[in-house]
């Protein structure tokens, strides 16, 4: 569902049923001349819109802001949209704060820019992964106490560190696709891969009329297909469907 349309005795459920809580993030980026600027949050996007029709989830309006950087090309005439990832962590951190307030302990932001490094971060996600952490200790401290972890009711921490309850898994980032689906269908910006998810996802964001083969990160998405989409969004859904109940 849909936060900003859900009742507040369909919050209380969701929080009761500890329904996931998902939170679509991106980027506003040049992405050559046969994309939209919006390729890294709509294939998001649309997954999530996927996901609802056939899960119980409450999907929180999506941040478009992240910090897109200006490595690909200057924003003059082409679009980007940087914002510093200090103020994304700032962002975040109110935007945690007042979740975690509110009785949500299952949250999960997804992120697909920059994430073929995820495993060591990039502006966006690190950002929101330390505004995640710092707002549960916070928390924590403010509603337990500062030796909250030291209280006899921790005791099984190191042996349910992978388990909701555990303070840590309360808000949690992942990559719109995870290791196995990056293995098979390798990031690339605006390319193949890009591309061809977009035709999958949101086929009314590329044209490729507009296709420039001057772009050399771009070139290869002459080689971009629905099929090839097609094939790369149902490993997604499945991925982030695992990382959602994991």
């Known amino acids: 569902m849909r936060y ?14 500890n329904w996931p809580v998902i939170w679509p993030v991106g980027v506003l980026e040049y992405h050559a001349e046969h994309c939209v600027t919006g390729v890294d949050t709509l294939v998001v996007t649309r997954a999530v819109d996927e996901l609802e029709k056939g899960m119980n989830i409450v999907v929180m309006p999506v941040f478009y802001y992240g910090s897109s950087s ?50 060591v971060g990039m502006p966006t996600d690190l950002a929101l992964r330390l505004a995640a952490r710092q707002v549960t200790f916070e928390f924590l401290e403010k509603n337990r106490g500062e030796n909250w972890w ?11 560190r992978g388990e909701s309850d555990n303070p840590f898994n309360w808000i949690r980032i992942h990559p719109f696709m995870d290791e196995a689906s990056q ?9 193949k891969q890009e591309t061809s998810l977009m035709m999958a996802f949101c086929p009314e964001g590329v ?3 507009k296709f420039d083969p001057s772009k050399w990160y771009a070139k290869s998405a002459q080689e971009a297909s629905i099929s090839y989409g097609m094939d790369a969004k149902k ?7 695992k990382a959602i109940k994991g």
């Open 4 to 17: 900003e349309l859900m009742f507040p005795d369909q919050i209380r459920k969701a929080i009761d049923e």
């Open 70 to 119: 200006y490595a690909v090309d200057l924003p003059e005439r082409n679009g980007s949209v940087h914002v510093n990832s200090s103020v994304v962590q700032q962002f975040a951190k109110e935007v945690f704060r007042a979740w975690l307030r509110i009785g949500f302990r299952n949250v999960h932001a997804f992120i697909h820019h920059q994430s073929e490094n995820f495993s």
């Open 150 to 160: 030291g209280d006899e009711s921790m005791q099984n921490y190191y042996d349910s």
């Open 183 to 191: 293995k098979l269908y390798p990031v690339d910006h605006a390319g």
């Open 207 to 209: 044209d490729m009329k």
């Open 235 to 241: 490993m997604i859904l499945d991925g982030i469907k």
